[in-house]
């Protein structure tokens, strides 16, 4: 807990504990393809994605990231490289994380050679009952997915194909009853490569000849996802652009395209690929209000390191909210660090909610106060509580769960303690949050939680 415990944050944390929960983001693929790839050495499967950065930016090399990462490598061989490293990074809120799926999910207390080899026998036996388990345990009732684009292994190929939507298309990607997938935007606007025209055409069954012919080929695509399950767009260009998206006109953007069809040699590359780029991005908006589809834009930190959070901040997208004013946007992340940006938006834009996946774990205090203006200044009805926003490791998505629920109960205590809250109010409060909101935002179904 991130304040001095109190009657009142014992209270709300108890019954926060026990809401059911929309974890409103995450890459996880479902068990039968996690299970194939996800590690079974200690060190990487608790140190996955988020807690190698804070490794990383405490100063290793390279080389003892790789090592850290290695599917070869023994634990004995990494724990040398391992402990120095986390030493100094232990206290983060990635840390966190990984010290919260020990305690919780591993039943180890502490962090020690010794201990490491009974999460690797829990790790070596898991199956797909253990996997969906801790999705159950932990009382999430329906997951939000982006899964259809190929997972960081796979990076090198995103430009030229996507083999998990194929097999989407094809019905040959199982998911659980409460997974609910979204449709992966960005590759199909960053269009680099005659390669990649020509794989959404065979996609589609067109031969795409034209830009009028790639976009109907890709609306023909999007209605497909959606009747088979697809609830959302998901667009994460943060990474590798500003978000400022600018109204090209439709011949600019065609004769950027037209290089690729004339030439399959020819490349595109950034900038000079913007035109087409923001052009195409604004269709998938128009696509985005005739099918009725939400869509969920990355704002703010960026996993990994070094990138450039400026080009991220939402406030840039203050053109795309205003001209798509009727099609529903979900800003992650709470924006980090740009609090107030993303205050303004959720407060001044009917078609903006702000949802807060993943940054209890970058910025627990952040988040937190995040929480607390929110309720002063956006309506509640506006805020989605969670989401673990992981591949592959349900356990560290559920571990997310326990520092999010932490951080929302401080919150809503500190409200109530100061007047602005009712106790009962904060409990309804964080039961929207959780649940209600998305639930509602994402046409999910599922009976409303009352309190």
Same mark, same amino acid.
């Given at each position: 807990?991130?304040?001095?415990?109190?009657?009142?944050?014992?209270?709300?944390?108890?019954?926060?504990?026990?809401?059911?929960?929309?974890?409103?983001?995450?890459?996880?693929?479902?068990?039968?393809?996690?299970?194939?790839?996800?590690?079974?050495?200690?060190?990487?499967?608790?140190?996955?994605? $988020?807690?190698?950065?804070?490794?990383?930016?405490?100063?290793?090399?390279?080389?003892?990231?790789?090592?850290?990462?290695?599917?070869?490598?023994?634990?004995?061989?990494?724990?040398? @490289?391992?402990?120095?490293?986390?030493?100094?990074?232990?206290?983060?809120? #990635?840390?966190?994380?990984?010290?919260?799926?020990?305690?919780?999910?591993?039943? @180890?207390?502490?962090?020690?050679?010794?201990?490491?080899?009974?999460?690797?026998?829990?790790?070596?036996?898991?199956?797909?009952?253990? #996997?969906?388990?801790?999705?159950?345990?932990?009382?999430?009732?329906?997951?939000?997915?982006?899964?259809?684009?190929?997972?960081?292994?796979?990076?090198?190929?995103?430009?030229?194909?996507?083999?998990?939507?194929?097999?989407?298309?094809?019905?040959?990607?199982?998911?659980?009853?409460?997974?609910?997938?979204? *449709?992966?935007?960005?590759?199909?606007?960053?269009?680099?490569?005659?390669?990649?025209?020509?794989?959404?055409?065979?996609?589609?069954?067109?031969?795409?000849?034209?830009?009028?012919?790639?976009?109907?080929?890709?609306?023909?695509?999007?209605?497909?996802? /959606?009747?088979?399950?697809?609830?959302?767009?998901?667009?994460?260009?943060?990474?590798?652009?500003?978000?400022?998206?600018?109204?090209?006109?439709?011949?600019?953007?065609?004769?950027?395209?037209?290089?690729?069809?004339?030439?399959?040699?020819?490349?595109? &590359?950034? =900038?000079?690929? /913007?035109?087409?780029?923001?052009?195409?991005?604004?269709?998938?908006?128009?696509?985005?209000?005739?099918?009725?589809?939400? @869509?969920?834009?990355?704002?703010?930190?960026?996993?990994?390191?070094?990138?450039?959070?400026?080009?991220?901040? &939402?406030?840039?997208?203050?053109?795309?909210?205003?001209?798509?004013?009727?099609?529903?946007?979900?800003?992650?992340?709470?924006?980090?660090?740009?609090?107030?940006?993303?205050?303004?938006?959720?407060?001044?834009?009917?078609?903006? $909610?702000?949802?807060?996946?993943?940054?209890?774990?970058?910025?627990?205090? $952040?988040?937190?106060?995040?929480?607390?203006?929110?309720?002063?200044?956006?309506?509640?009805?506006?805020?989605?509580?969670?989401?673990?926003? $992981?591949?592959? &490791?349900?356990?560290?998505?559920?571990?997310?769960?326990?520092?999010?629920?932490?951080?929302?109960?401080?919150?809503?205590?500190?409200?109530?303690?100061?007047?602005?809250?009712?106790?009962?109010?904060?409990?309804?409060?964080?039961?929207?949050?959780? *649940?209600?909101?998305?639930?509602?935002?994402?046409?999910?179904?599922? =009976?409303?939680?009352? @309190?």
């Amino acid at each position: 807990m991130l304040r001095k415990p109190s009657s009142v944050s014992k209270r709300l944390l108890d019954r926060i504990i026990h809401m059911p929960v929309v974890d409103c983001h995450e890459h996880l693929r479902g068990p039968d393809r996690d299970l194939e790839v996800s590690p079974t050495e200690p060190i990487s499967a608790l140190t996955l994605l $988020y807690t190698i950065s804070d490794l990383w930016a405490s100063g290793a090399s390279e080389q003892e990231i790789s090592l850290l990462q290695s599917a070869e490598a023994s634990t004995d061989e990494k724990w040398p @490289v391992f402990n120095r490293l986390w030493a100094g990074a232990e206290h983060t809120a #990635y840390a966190r994380v990984t010290k919260l799926a020990l305690k919780e999910v591993f039943g @180890v207390d502490k962090l020690t050679r010794e201990s490491l080899n009974r999460v690797a026998e829990q790790l070596a036996t898991r199956d797909r009952s253990n #996997y969906l388990s801790v999705i159950q345990d932990a009382g999430i009732k329906a997951v939000v997915a982006d899964m259809l684009f190929p997972p960081p292994w796979e990076r090198s190929i995103r430009y030229y194909a996507s083999p998990a939507l194929k097999e989407f298309l094809e019905g040959e990607f199982p998911l659980p009853d409460i997974w609910h997938p979204v *449709f992966n935007l960005p590759y199909y606007h960053e269009i680099r490569t005659r390669e990649f025209i020509d794989f959404v055409g065979a996609l589609a069954g067109l031969n795409i000849t034209s830009m009028e012919g790639y976009e109907e080929a890709m609306f023909e695509l999007v209605q497909r996802s /959606k009747n088979l399950g697809v609830i959302a767009f998901k667009d994460q260009s943060a990474y590798r652009r500003v978000i400022a998206y600018d109204l090209p006109t439709r011949s600019e953007a065609e004769a950027i395209f037209n290089r690729l069809l004339i030439d399959p040699r020819n490349q595109l &590359a950034w =900038p000079d690929a /913007k035109p087409l780029d923001d052009y195409l991005f604004h269709q998938f908006m128009r696509f985005a209000r005739e099918l009725r589809l939400p @869509v969920q834009l990355h704002t703010g930190h960026m996993a990994l390191i070094r990138n450039r959070v400026d080009k991220s901040n &939402a406030v840039h997208l203050a053109t795309v909210l205003e001209l798509h004013s009727e099609v529903q946007f979900d800003l992650f992340h709470g924006n980090w660090p740009y609090m107030g940006d993303i205050l303004f938006l959720g407060k001044n834009y009917p078609n903006v $909610y702000l949802d807060l996946c993943w940054v209890y774990m970058i910025d627990p205090l $952040y988040a937190q106060e995040l929480l607390k203006r929110a309720v002063m200044t956006v309506p509640h009805a506006k805020i989605f509580g969670f989401g673990g926003d $992981y591949w592959i &490791a349900p356990e560290l998505s559920a571990a997310h769960l326990i520092l999010a629920r932490e951080v929302i109960a401080g919150a809503l205590a500190d409200l109530v303690e100061s007047g602005w809250l009712q106790e009962e109010e904060a409990v309804r409060i964080a039961a929207d949050w959780l *649940f209600n909101n998305p639930n509602r935002f994402y046409n999910l179904g599922l =009976p409303p939680y009352e @309190v």
